[in-house]
């Protein structure tokens, strides 16, 4: 059974593997992004377009990271095809939740965008 507590302790769980500042970062934007809905609609779209490419530069950096660990083999207990998955695991999670959030900026614009 899913309960409420398991949802929050998931999403935060998410937040620290995607690196918590990163994913601060983006979570700035994302209130600035539901500032700007009220008070400047024109910016909506654009604050969408800078989390989407700053969780995809949080990504690269965050994958350039399990490279150097790779290459420098600091995990001498741990298979290097595990230490790649789990890599990748969170490296992706920034991403995810960039194209989320820019996902929301469409909604929100298409939805304050004036009828014809």
Not at 5 to 10: Q, R, T, V
Not at 42 to 60: F, R, S, Y
Not at 72 to 96: H, N, Q, W
């Amino acid at each position: 059974m899913i309960t409420t507590l398991n949802i929050f302790m998931d999403i935060s769980q998410a937040f620290i593997e995607g690196g918590p500042l990163g994913m601060s970062i983006l979570t700035i934007i994302l209130l600035s992004m539901l500032l700007a809905a009220w008070k400047a609609p024109n910016w909506v779209k654009k604050l969408g377009i800078v989390a989407l490419v700053i969780g995809i530069i949080w990504t690269m950096q965050e994958l350039r990271m399990v490279f150097d660990d790779v290459l420098y083999e600091y995990c001498d207990s741990i298979s290097v095809r595990g230490l790649m998955c789990g890599g990748f695991k969170c490296a992706i999670i920034p991403t995810m939740y960039g194209m989320i959030i820019y996902f929301i900026s469409l909604i929100i614009r298409i939805i304050q965008k004036p009828r014809i």
